[in-house]
């Protein structure tokens, strides 16, 4: 089955900073790619997702970037806020069974210090 | 519109017991998922269901098994609880099963005693 790793486990940055957090996956199946943010205490939230028929995505601060052919992507947090803290959890998905199955990495925790 | 709602907010069980958590999704979602969350484990699939059909399984044990309603509304049972299955349970819900963006309900609290 699929395996997703994601590292860092923990990131720690400066107000302003950028952050990246990378992904790698192993099934080559796998053809969509969402981040998700959990901050303490509430639900996990979608953030952004890329497709693999897309080599990158932007959405103001936040960009994620696929190479399919290496099989990892990335999540890029410019100019980083207090209130970027949280988790981050990336998820690969194949079809299987008439439906997606998602895969997820164990969570980036992300600290931005004012 | 409602979120996806799911209760209890937290459960407190004993080993041995069994529990049963329910997901309300979005109105005119289809598809619920359910996940498992633990600090040592992350995020992890356990079913999907649609149309009141389980369309996927993780890999979990027999003891976890689940159901859909003809509103959509799910629910997900625990047998022969075991400390181990201690865990944040959360819903997701999609208007159907090949659209791939979920939403996430606020999960049930699950500690095993």
């Known amino acids: 089955g699929e395996n997703v790793e994601q590292h860092p486990s923990t990131l720690s940055v400066q107000e302003g900073d950028s952050a990246v957090i990378k992904c790698t996956y192993s099934d080559s199946a796998s053809n969509y790619f969402p981040w998700y943010k959990q901050e303490l205490g509430k639900r996990p939230q979608l953030i952004i997702d890329?497709?693999?028929?897309?080599g990158e995505k932007k959405d103001q601060r936040i960009a994620v970037t696929l190479n399919k052919t290496a099989k990892h992507f990335s999540l890029h947090i410019t100019e980083t806020q207090p209130e970027d803290s949280a988790v981050y959890f990336c998820?690969?998905?194949?079809?299987?069974?008439?439906?997606?199955?998602?895969?997820f990495g164990r969570g980036t925790s992300l600290i931005v210090h004012p | 519109k409602a979120g996806v709602t799911q209760t209890p907010r937290y459960l407190i069980k004993t080993r041995g017991q069994q529990v049963t958590l329910s997901c309300s999704p979005i109105s005119g979602h289809r598809s619920v998922s359910w996940y498992q969350q633990t600090p040592g484990q992350g995020l992890q699939f356990l079913f999907e269901?649609?149309?009141?059909?389980?369309?996927n399984k993780g890999n979990f044990p027999g003891r976890f098994s689940g159901r859909q309603f003809s509103n959509s509304r799910s629910e997900m049972n625990v047998s022969t609880l075991e400390l181990g299955d201690s865990a944040l349970y959360l819903c997701a819900s999609s208007l159907w099963t090949e659209n791939t963006e979920a939403f996430f309900g606020q999960g049930t609290r699950l500690t095993v005693v």
């Open positions: 890329i497709r693999s028929n897309v």
């Open positions: 998820a690969a998905l194949a079809r299987g069974g008439g439906s997606y199955i998602p895969t």
């Open positions: 269901y649609f149309s009141e059909t389980q369309r």
